[in-house]
């Protein structure tokens, strides 16, 4: 075979393999390789193509957008086809298409820069205000029409204060939050979990039972306007801000700037930003901000010329498991940890990778000697993503005694995760410990978590409040090896200076069932201490957005089980920023937020919370007042009307306040 046949030979293997891949992607939301794979068999074709034209395949990948359209929903032709995005893979390649752009237009311009949401994309069209129709990409040029599906998902409005027909576009995701609840429920009933959010939404929104989209929790965000400038916007950042103002969803992270230098450093921030985000983002979209220039471009039959995906290096590997080591947290939790052979991934030497539990280690068919692949996004260790080469016959073994103290380990409810709950159990205490000092709690930033376990073991630390008594062990642990007079005493100053801080952080730190950061923020505007928390009736608590009856049963449960401990605290700190409990005019009083208001969001949420109030961004029964100076221009308002809350303007808020 000679080289032009080889070459027309790979072209059409690499266009079966990648249909074949689009339609697992696409169509049953299952694919069998990863997207790192897929992007470097693509790239692959592309360069083929570019040089050997003349061996361009009728069914080629390159010159379809997205996949087909589900059988079982009616088809819509889109007025304007929805294209997909260019990609670049490197700085370099993002660099030349900034240079290119640059070099054809001959005015002031910008770019406008916002994440690429991995779900499912999404085109709704509204008349007089209302959600008509909600239909899929599908082929780019014929989609599915979801409605039904897509009214939904809560995030989406159903009715808008615009009269006009208006189109626009946008993703449709699965949070994050709610694919690990998702996944941890069906491998429970023993079905398949789903590979990623982006399969489970895509899944979901093709469902033939409404429920399930219902169920799930799906969210949205939306990002283009078709026919921009009959809107009324002259740019993609203005567009953004029209979408937002007539309530719907947008991106939390929108940037605009003027040369490839500001590019870079706004993909290097969100690049670190990303991970705290609750959507999975897999890219960044470059466009020419400014609307008019867009046609100057022009497009291919598969992307517009104006824009651009700049793609994260995907961060995976593979590696032999040497050791699958079970492991204990602070709340008892069995977290199953896998030693492996040293790899590189993501500039670091990896040598362990999370397994989570032992249910997950059972359905990925996991056991020692076998080799599995690895992702990094942003976590401390890297997770086990699936199972490469299987080099071992037979299953790891479930552990069922602590690898701590040995008591017997047991599930809890209809948790799939072990749990010891043996409250003497050493590694427990020492995890606690550790969470207390943390960054978030405490922030006791020189005592590192094996000064906390090295004090515990020795008899020294036993307790939170023990923590405050280790001046007096100064010269115990100075005799121990590797203690210096600087190293020790740096210790007992940042412990020291521990003292003064926020109750929320101290009600954080102590590690309550539920109770995380932002639930303890909401406690703490109701309560200044342990002590006023030990007295409140508890249903004032549960009127608030966010808390309810399980936290509150948990809250109670350790308030009674640990009173002694909540008052000896409350005689180490100095809290800061008291607001007492018996003060400010919007005591008892929720209020949330929607539309413009002349003063910043933020300033309204800070004189809520000054003077009493709980500022929320949620609507339900238990709502005092929403304010909006659009009444029923949004779905917060709407809803809001539906359940029978009160709606006030600003000007209203500021009469509350200043009339008490």
Not at 317 to 338: C, D, N, Q
Request: hydrophobic share 35%.
């Amino acid at each position: 075979m000679n080289e032009t046949n080889m070459i027309e030979k790979q072209i059409k293997e690499l266009v079966k393999k990648i249909n074949k891949w689009n339609y697992e992607y696409y169509q049953l939301s299952e694919p069998s390789v990863s997207d790192n794979k897929y992007d470097v068999e693509l790239r692959k074709l592309e360069v083929l193509e570019a040089n050997f034209p003349e061996f361009i395949q009728e069914d080629s990948p390159t010159k379809k957008v997205g996949g087909n359209i589900v059988k079982e929903f009616k088809e819509y032709q889109h007025k304007k086809p929805m294209l997909s995005l260019a990609k670049a893979y490197s700085k370099e390649e993002l660099h030349k298409f900034v240079t290119g752009v640059s070099k054809l237009i001959n005015r002031s311009f910008t770019f406008s820069l916002e994440p690429k949401i991995d779900g499912a994309s999404i085109s709704l069209h509204y008349e007089d205000g209302v959600l008509i129709r909600a239909v899929t990409r599908g082929t780019g040029l014929i989609g599915s029409d979801l409605t039904n599906n897509i009214k939904e998902i809560d995030s989406i409005p159903k009715i808008i204060d615009y009269k006009l027909p208006l189109e626009v576009r946008g993703e449709v995701y699965l949070p994050k939050s709610e694919f690990n609840k998702i996944n941890e429920k069906r491998i429970k009933n023993n079905e398949k979990p789903f590979a990623n959010p982006r399969n489970a939404a895509s899944g979901t929104i093709q469902q033939l039972d409404n429920t399930f989209v219902k169920e799930r929790k799906l969210s949205s965000i939306i990002y283009d306007i078709v026919d921009p400038e009959t809107f009324g916007v002259n740019s993609q950042t203005e567009s953004i801000l029209k979408l937002k103002k007539l309530g719907f969803p947008t991106s939390p992270y929108i940037r605009e700037s003027h040369n490839f230098e500001e590019i870079w450093n706004n993909v290097l921030e969100f690049d670190k930003l990303k991970n705290s985000y609750d959507f999975d983002c897999d890219g960044f979209v470059i466009k020419v901000n400014q609307i008019r220039l867009w046609e100057d471009f022009g497009k291919t039959a598969k992307f517009p010329k104006y824009a651009i995906a700049y793609k994260f290096e995907t961060e995976e590997t593979s590696s032999i498991i040497k050791e699958i080591i079970p492991t204990v947290g602070r709340t008892g939790k069995i977290s199953y940890i896998a030693e492996i052979e040293p790899v590189e991934l993501a500039q670091t030497t990896v040598k362990r990778a999370t397994l989570h539990n032992y249910e997950f280690i059972k359905e990925m068919n996991i056991n020692i000697g076998d080799e599995v692949n690895l992702i990094k996004s942003g976590e401390i260790i890297p997770k086990i993503t699936g199972l490469k080469e299987k080099n071992v016959d037979g299953f790891f073994q479930k552990t069922l005694f602590c690898p701590s103290c040995n008591s017997e380990l047991i599930h809890l409810g209809d948790l799939v995760d072990q749990f010891c709950v043996n409250e003497d159990c050493s590694e427990k205490q020492i995890r606690k410990l550790i969470h207390f000092a943390s960054k978030k709690a405490l922030n006791i930033e020189t005592l590192a978590e094996k000064n906390i376990a090295l004090f515990y073991n020795n008899g020294i630390l036993s307790n939170f409040q023990s923590l405050y008594n280790l001046q007096k062990y100064r010269e115990v642990v100075l005799s121990w090896e590797g203690f210096k007079e600087t190293k020790i005493d740096k210790i007992l100053l940042a412990i020291q200076n521990s003292k003064k801080t926020k109750f929320l952080n101290v009600l954080y730190g102590i590690g309550i069932k539920h109770i995380g950061l932002k639930v303890a923020e909401i406690i703490s505007e109701k309560v200044n201490n342990f002590k006023e928390l030990l007295n409140i009736d508890l249903n004032e608590l549960s009127d608030i957005n966010t808390i309810g009856p399980s936290i509150i049963e948990e809250l109670d449960t350790f308030r009674v089980k640990n009173k002694e401990m909540l008052l000896e605290l409350d005689n180490i700190f100095e809290y800061e920023n008291k607001v007492y409990l018996n003060e400010g005019i919007l005591k008892g009083v929720s209020i949330a937020i929607t539309g413009k208001l002349s003063n910043p969001r933020l300033y309204y949420e800070n004189l809520i919370k000054e003077n009493g109030g709980v500022f929320t961004d949620n609507i339900n029964k238990n709502l005092t007042y929403l304010v909006s100076n659009e009444i029923g221009s949004s779905s917060k308002t709407i809803k809001a009307q539906k359940l029978g809350v009160k709606i006030i303007n600003e000007n209203d808020l500021i009469n509350i306040i200043e009339k008490g």
